[in-house]
């Protein structure tokens, strides 16, 4: 049955869908020899694809792994970094090497927690579209005392990038003996470094970042530098966030573990 050519990609654990579009793009993909382009139709029965000139044999269909990491301090959420520092794959054993295996979506260098890595590239797709609606949870440190009419503002939603960002659940949970505040935030979206440019708008400075959650799937007590599989009824409870409704926000006030060498 044919298909398009990036979704069968993702399909086969090649690369997220946007990442199988971006070398459509660039030339990367031929079919049957010659180069492929966006929306054209495969048969991985019957065409032949190849991705920098080697042969991709669809028909061998790889397992799919779904992943949690907790992500460490400095690592990068990428599959390679240019400028040599350590990547999410890094924290993976050799013989989840060359899977396909990728971050699904990104925490930035300087945030730690919760973070997905699966080669399953059309669940990272469904995840990553701006159409789903995934809540993340962190927990956030920010300098100072945030006041409640900031608060208020930030949960209704703040212009950013010519656009308003979707409502948020902001909880206080606690000033620090510092005199800082520790927020509880729940997103229903994922643009860059949202939060902290969302602070930085407010008037106020990120000291630390921490997913604590993506849906259902809590970090829980992964250690730094570790990740594990996730259970079954943990995927299903994520497909099941995926096939929900959109949530409206009223704008008011087991499995495998493995401990890695980057603690």
């Not at 979704?7 to 180069?35: C, D, F, M």
């Not at 054209?40 to 269909?61: C, F, G, M, S, T």
């Not at 005199?179 to 643009?191: A, D, K, M």
């Not at 493995?258 to 603690?263: D, M, Q, R, S, V």
Request: aromatic share 6%; net charge positive; glycine share 8%.
């Amino acid at each position: 049955m044919a298909e398009r050519l990036q979704k069968v990609l993702a399909q086969h654990g090649l690369a997220s869908r946007r990442k199988a579009e971006e070398w459509i793009q660039s030339g990367r993909v031929t079919v049957n020899g010659a180069p492929a382009y966006l929306g054209q139709k495969v048969d991985p029965k019957d065409d032949q694809i190849a991705v920098d000139n080697r042969p991709i044999h669809l028909e061998e269909q790889l397992d799919h792994y779904y992943l949690l990491l907790h992500k460490p301090l400095g690592v990068v959420s990428t599959c390679t970094d240019p400028d040599g520092r350590p990547t999410v794959l890094e924290a993976l054993p050799d013989y989840l090497q060359g899977l396909g295996i990728h971050p699904v979506g990104r925490l930035d260098t300087y945030s730690t927690g919760a973070l997905l890595l699966t080669n399953d590239g059309d669940l990272t797709y469904r995840l990553t579209h701006p159409k789903h609606n995934v809540v993340k949870t962190y927990q956030v440190h920010i300098d100072g005392m945030v006041s409640e009419l900031d608060l208020a503002t930030w949960r209704q939603g703040v212009e950013l990038d010519g656009r308003l960002t979707r409502p948020a659940e902001i909880r206080r949970l606690a000033f620090s003996t510092d005199g800082n505040t520790q927020l509880e935030i729940r997103l229903w979206e994922g643009r860059n470094r949202q939060i902290r440019r969302v602070a930085q708008i407010l008037g106020y400075r990120v000291r630390r970042l921490h997913r604590t959650a993506v849906g259902a799937i809590q970090l829980g007590n992964l250690k730094s530098g570790a990740y594990r599989t996730l259970s079954s009824n943990e995927i299903k409870a994520l497909l099941a966030e995926l096939d929900a409704q959109p949530t409206v926000l009223k704008q008011s006030s087991s499995p495998l573990v493995a401990t890695l060498p980057f603690n």
